[in-house]
């Protein structure tokens, strides 16, 4: 039994690997409101707010240039620091024309992109553009504020100075260990019962928000890579937790939310929980929920220690298509109030599909059963570029599922306001979408290429980049048997 992203990595990739076996940025409007939204008979959004996730190593949107990595999570940086400023710049300028409201960037303070000046920069860039910037924190685990470098922020530095207060595992052993799926790079976690690291994490934000006056905000994260097994950790716990700790949770993010809210008061906190809210029913009541998996019977009194006017989160990967694994029952259902609910999914991803690929079935699924159950925020990983016209797509169902154009996330709405004009029409773009989902199908790829190339050959010179990216796409999965 496991929850690290290791693992739900390595159960995704087998699918994936299983199956290979076999707009343009618009103008932007003064209104404010985008082509995409505009269409469609108007009426109450469904969704208010979305998020865009991103690792700064594994984020690509200045085209050809060295560097980027495909999936990961802690892993380390390979681009230049003027590309990952370009990078951000491209993000902030897309999100503020196409209603993402918020971008969150893991490993945001880094030595090898710049550090504390680099930040300066996209803090403007994103207030530029009316979007806010979220610094991806781990309280205990995931480097702290100051990710990487020579800072007296970074976790990894206080644990180096400090190793009495580092986590321990069940045998005793210190929690440095590898975690990632690019390489090695060993991660310190920290002990949260110690007083120390508490104070060494509030302090931390608070020189966060001290540092950078126009953060938009935080998303924070307890730490899904085992936690701490020490005596006064496993005594303070009325439930058992090897994986993840809904009490760690319940204990860290208040702390860090009055360290946030003393300086900037405004500052949007997201906190994760790394399951869905549905009660786990599997076939052992006893197992402890995996990474999104639903939620252990006793977690709702955790989430209720949660500190008000912030976002919890929430995964949904596995009680949606194309997975299904899990019912999305009622008493998953979410209430807005003392805190607002935010939903996640990996899609167009390697965590869980192909980075790229076009998810606009399962982003509709996921909208439509998000907001059925209480939910009116939405994440979607934002790596990869909308050159890529899979992403491109996913972008803007996250926009369009949910807006007062489409508020019950109709993907024939979808096809005919949004992805017809920019394919060729609504029909090629029911085609598109449907030659899209034939990577695990050799023979139906050498059936549909000769039509994505004619389509290539004779639309106008947009249309066609994007025809040619899906022939591309496709003819990837078919080579070199093609
Ligand atoms: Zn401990």
Redesign the pocket.
């Known amino acids: 039994m496991s929850c690290s992203r290791r693992d739900f990595l390595e159960i995704s990739l087998g699918a994936t690997l299983a199956a290979s076996n076999m707009i343009e940025a618009r103008a932007a409007d003064p209104t404010g409101q985008s082509e995409s939204v505009k269409a469609g008979n108007p009426s109450e959004p469904t969704v208010k707010t979305r998020f865009f996730f991103t690792w700064d190593h594994s984020t690509e949107w200045l085209l050809n240039r060295p560097g980027a990595q495909t999936i990961g999570a802690s892993n380390h940086y390979g681009r230049a620091t003027p590309v990952f400023i370009e990078d951000y710049h491209q993000i902030f300028t897309w999100c503020g024309r196409h209603h993402i409201d918020a971008v969150v960037v893991w490993g945001l303070l880094r030595d090898m992109h710049g550090g504390i000046d680099s930040v300066h920069k996209l803090c403007d860039m994103a207030e530029k553009n009316g979007v806010r910037l979220l610094c991806g924190v781990g309280l205990n685990a995931y480097g702290g504020v100051y990710y990487e470098g020579d800072s007296p922020w970074s976790l990894e530095n206080h644990l180096a100075a400090h190793p009495e207060m580092l ?2 595992l069940p045998n005793g052993d210190k929690m440095i260990y590898n975690f990632g799926v690019s390489g090695p790079k060993k991660t310190a976690h920290a ?4 007083k120390e690291n508490q104070d060494f994490a509030a302090r931390s934000l608070e020189w966060l928000f001290k540092t950078f006056p126009t953060l938009g905000g935080v998303q924070m994260e307890t730490g899904d890579t085992r936690v ?7 005594e303070r716990r009325p439930n058992p937790e090897l994986y993840t700790s809904w009490h760690d949770m319940a204990l860290m993010y208040p702390i860090a939310a009055e360290a946030i809210r003393s300086v900037s008061p405004d500052a949007w906190i997201s906190c994760e929980t790394y399951h869905n809210p549905t009660p786990y029913a599997g076939k052992d009541p006893d197992k402890e929920p995996s990474f999104g998996e639903g939620k252990p019977a006793w977690a709702d009194e955790c989430v209720a220690k949660f500190p008000e006017n912030t976002f919890v989160q929430w995964v949904c990967d596995r009680y949606v298509k194309p997975k299904n694994e899990y019912e999305w029952t009622a008493a998953g259902t979410v209430k807005n109030g003392r805190h607002r609910h935010v939903q996640r999914s990996h899609f167009g991803t390697y965590w869980g599909g192909t980075r790229g690929e076009a998810a606009i079935d399962e982003i509709a699924d996921m909208v439509r059963q998000s907001t059925a159950h209480g939910f009116e925020a939405l994440y979607l990983f934002g790596e990869v570029s909308p050159f890529h016209t899979g992403a491109e797509l996913n972008y803007l169902a996250l926009e369009h599922f949910g807006s007062a154009a489409n508020p019950k996330a109709d993907p024939d709405i979808f096809v005919r306001d949004v992805a017809g004009p920019l394919l060729g029409g609504e029909d090629l773009a029911r085609d598109f979408l449907k030659y899209g989902r034939l990577k695990g199908d050799p023979a139906g790829i050498a059936a549909a290429l000769p039509a994505v190339y004619a389509n290539c050959a004779r639309l106008p010179p947009e249309p066609a980049r994007r025809w040619a990216w899906l022939a591309n796409f496709l003819g990837a999965f078919a080579y070199p048997n093609a």
């Not at 002990?191 to 110690?194: K, N, T, V």
């Not at 701490?228 to 496993?234: A, G, S, T």
């Open positions: 986590g321990v002990c949260p019962s110690r701490c097994q020490c005596k006064v950790c496993r």
